[in-house]
Each structure stands twice: as structure tokens, then as C-alpha cells.
């Protein structure tokens, strides 16, 4: 993480001064201050958009952070970027000094963003960018205000948008995408009024996409949907046809699998609870959100069956439980039962249940048939009421443990949790499952997803043309 430049911390210092923010939360407030502009390079956004501070919270949101760490720094972000109305003491930066050549400085970064526009520093006046079109021009979407000078609120769109979303009782993954490319979009819009946005904002930023970050296929198609839900859903109207779309080029792909060999050596290298995690997603051929989400009451350990609860596309599917780690499983629910009964005597509120179960079943949270089977190592404080409840481990947590276990056992291939997944359908397709069979244990909607694992293993099939007379 690079250090702030002198001028902005000489302006931040003088900015929570007249704030009156206690010293002993002034510490908190740079911590934070440095992340937000350590996002905004990494991420190639405008310190002063609003679009960037909410795709921050976004981030903060999905890496864990509390909701009291949260408003803490929308506060300290907030302090800083809204200058507008700041004396001319309270200048982050100077504006640059385009007749001597002196180079733009974005704050802690490099002096131009990655496609070479100018990021203007809280309390500066914004300069034309030149990046050249051909006649010399500046694009309309880089000149003046990072905002365009529109500035419009997006707040009753989004709140649209969430209620769309949750009406369909779609995954909060889902709504976690669709919310951050409307961010994404109206960041590129500069903020336009909803009522003045058509097909060729969408069409402009579709393309920009493709030819300026040169993203996947899957994630322009991920941002189509996005867009078309918001059109059609926030803003109750169809963006048409988008005729003259620069589409992503969609390449062949073809996932990691481990051999039997590896995923043992990986296993070796896994601490609990993360090896049992592991052998879950490899045993049961589990996406790693299924796993963590699991409850006592999904293991039925006499029929040897695990059930998965609002899978994918809010689907319920059966999968048989691989006897080897028994053992394991038994001990993982002992701890639990433990855990849960310190719970009981501290007086916790139970754990998060999904939806509205909570108040059809108001005990539920405390019982133990509820309780996660891979608990969070701490309990979550709810802001609102102050209660102390129980949260799974967190995906970030396994991810972080597999990619060092890689590492550690050598393994020589790009190996996250879903790896294992994909393992577990190539395994059973080299043992000679059908690919019906495959595609009900992995959940999978349509058959021809569950075909890419024929390019997982070695082809076996019987050159001479035989009559099936004569096959024995």
C-alpha cells in the first residue's frame, strides 16, 4: 500500500481538525483514508465520484468488515472528499500547472489513471484530459466535473433494484453483482439522471467494456444482465436491441483438475476445520458458498445422504456422503454442540437464519439443528440491536487456506476450492459415471455445462467400428 502524498495528508489532518474528531479515533480514520485510495488505483476510479465510494463499501462489505467499521469509513472518506463547499485553504492538491509542463499528480498514484484521464484531487479544479481521438478533442465524458455536472441521485433506482431483486428471491450474491454494475454504469454515465438514460448508454458502456478493459466474455454478459434487469425492473422500461455491440471474445475453456495424488498432498497441508471443508467440496462436488452454508440438520449420517440447501438458482439436491470422513464429520458436529452450549450460557441470540424463518420459527436460531456446521470463529455484533449471533466461517478464509496449502504441498497448477469441484466431476467421469448422474450430484441446470469435464479426461474411445453383435 503507497503512502499519501504530503498535501493530502496536510489537508486530511487539517480537515478532521475542524471536524473535531477524537484523537483516539483519528488513527482509524487515515487506516482508512489509505485503503479508499489504494482502491481507487487498483480499480482505476475517481476519488470524488460517488459511484467509487459506494463500490468501496461494496468491497469492505465483501471482505467482512463489520457494519461499525463500515460507517466508520464512509465517515473518514466522506470528511474528505466532500470539499465542495471547503474554503480555499482546504485544497488536497494544487491544480497543475499546465503551461510548464508540470505532470498531474494522482494522490498517492501515478499522475494518470490507466487509460490516461486525470484524477482530480478533492478541492481541485479538473483539467481537460488529451487523449487524442484523432482531431484533437476532448471525449464529452472527460471533460469538467468527474460527475459530468450532473450529479443526479441514483438512491430510489437502487432501492428499486433491491426490492426487484429480493421479490425473486434471488441470492444476495446476485444482488451484490447487479448493485455494482449499476454502480459501474453510472459511474460511466457520470452520475446522468435515470430519466435521460437509453439503450446507447448501455450499447457505449457494453462496448467500453470489451475494447477499453478488455474483459471476458461471461463478465460482459454478467454486466448485460445487470443492465437489462435495472432497465426493465428500476427504471420500468426496455433498453431495445443493441445492434453494434462490441462482444467479448467468448474463449474455449477448460477448468483445473487435480489427480488423486495432488488432492491428498493438499489435504496433507490443510489445517482443521479447513481440511474437512476441502474434503466436502471434493467429496461431495460442492460449490464452496453450498458448503459454508451447511447446517446440523443437512446431515443425515445413517442414510449416509447430505442435503443442500438453496443451491444455486435457490435449488435442493441430495448427495451421498463419502464414509471415509466419518470420523471427521462426527468430531466437526461434537465441537459444534460444544460451541453451541457456551453460546447458550453467554446468552446469544442464536444464529442468522435465511429470509423470514426467523419469525415463523422464533426459537430456531438457538436450537442446534440449526446451527452452522462450520461456525465463524468469533460471534457478529448486530448494529441495530446489539445482539450477539453466530456467522459460518467466512469464504475468504478457505480460499486464502487452499492457496497456501498449494503452495505448500507443490503443486504446480492455480488451485482455489472450486478446483475441488471440478475434480469431483472428473473423477467420477473417469470411473465411468454417466454424465446424467454427474449432472444431478452437481446441480447443474442443463447438461451441456456438465459436458466441459469430457475435456478433463483422456479420450477413451474404441477406434475399430464394432457391431455390438460382437462386444462382449
Excluded at 12 to 40: I, L, T
Excluded at 86 to 98: S, V
Excluded at 137 to 161: F, I, M
Excluded at 202 to 211: H, I, S, Y
Aim: with cysteine; aromatic share 8%; glycine share 8%.
Amino acid at each position: 500500500m503507497k503512502p499519501l502524498p504530503e498535501k493530502v495528508i496536510e489537508y486530511f489532518a487539517r480537515r478532521m481538525e475542524s471536524a473535531g474528531v477524537p484523537e483516539c479515533d483519528r488513527g482509524e480514520y487515515w487506516k482508512w483514508v489509505r485503503y479508499y485510495f489504494d482502491f481507487c488505483r487498483k480499480y482505476d476510479h475517481e476519488p470524488r465520484m460517488a459511484a467509487s465510494m459506494a463500490e468501496f463499501m461494496d468491497k469492505l462489505a465483501s471482505k467482512g468488515q463489520t457494519d461499525a467499521q463500515r460507517k466508520q469509513a464512509s465517515a473518514a472518506v466522506n470528511l474528505l472528499i466532500a470539499s465542495r463547499g471547503a474554503g480555499k485553504g482546504d485544497t488536497a492538491e494544487p491544480a497543475p500547472d499546465e503551461r510548464s509542463g508540470a505532470a498531474a499528480t494522482r494522490m498517492g498514484a501515478a499522475p494518470r489513471a490507466k487509460d490516461g484521464n486525470r484524477i482530480v484531487a478533492p478541492g481541485s479544479r479538473p483539467t481537460e484530459s488529451r487523449e487524442e481521438d484523432g482531431s484533437g478533442r476532448v471525449p464529452a465524458r472527460e471533460q469538467g466535473d468527474p460527475e459530468g455536472g450532473r450529479g443526479a441521485s441514483w438512491e430510489k433506482e437502487y432501492r428499486e433494484l433491491e426490492g426487484a431483486i429480493k421479490l425473486r428471491n434471488y441470492s444476495r450474491k446476485t444482488l451484490a453483482a447487479y448493485r455494482l454494475w449499476t454502480r459501474k454504469f453510472q459511474a460511466f454515465v457520470r452520475s446522468k439522471p435515470p430519466d435521460d438514460l437509453n439503450g446507447s448508454d448501455a450499447k457505449e458502456f457494453l462496448t467500453d467494456l470489451a475494447v477499453r478493459h478488455g474483459v471476458a466474455a461471461s463478465t460482459q454478459n454478467q454486466a448485460f444482465n445487470a443492465l437489462l434487469f435495472f432497465y426493465r425492473h428500476a427504471l420500468g422500461r426496455e433498453f431495445g436491441k443493441l445492434d453494434g455491440v462490441v462482444r467479448a471474445k467468448r474463449r474455449p475453456y477448460v477448468p483445473v483438475v487435480l489427480s488423486r495424488s495432488e488432492v491428498n498432498r493438499l489435504f496433507e497441508m490443510l489445517e482443521p476445520p479447513h481440511r474437512l471443508v476441502g474434503a466436502l467440496l471434493y467429496g461431495c462436488g460442492l460449490r464452496l458458498n453450498e458448503c459454508l452454508e451447511l447446517r446440523i440438520q443437512c446431515f443425515n449420517l445413517e442414510a449416509m445422504l447430505l442435503t443442500v440447501h438453496d443451491g444455486k438458482g435457490q435449488k435442493d439436491r441430495t448427495v451421498p456422503l463419502p464414509e471415509s470422513v466419518l470420523p471427521e464429520i462426527r468430531r466437526q458436529m461434537e465441537g459444534v454442540r460444544g460451541l453451541h452450549q457456551r453460546d447458550l450460557d453467554a446468552g446469544y441470540a442464536g444464529v442468522f437464519l435465511p429470509r423470514q424463518l426467523e419469525k415463523k420459527y422464533r426459537n430456531a436460531p438457538k436450537e442446534f439443528i440449526w446451527q452452522w456446521f462450520f461456525p465463524a470463529v468469533k460471534l457478529t455484533t448486530v448494529p441495530d440491536t446489539g445482539e450477539q449471533r453466530r456467522y459460518h466461517l467466512h469464504d475468504s478464509q478457505v480460499q486464502t487456506a487452499v492457496k497456501r496449502a498449494a503452495a505448500r504441498s507443490g503443486i504446480t497448477k492455480r488451485v482455489t476450492p472450486h478446483t475441488l469441484r471440478h475434480t469431483f466431476a472428473s473423477h467420477l467421469l473417469l470411473a465411468g459415471y454417466d454424465l446424467a448422474t454427474i449432472q444431478r450430484l452437481l446441480g447443474h441446470t442443463d447438461v451441456k455445462t456438465t459436458m466441459i469435464y469430457l475435456q478433463t479426461v483422456p479420450s477413451r474411445t474404441v477406434k475399430e467400428a464394432r457391431s455390438p453383435l460382437d462386444l462382449e
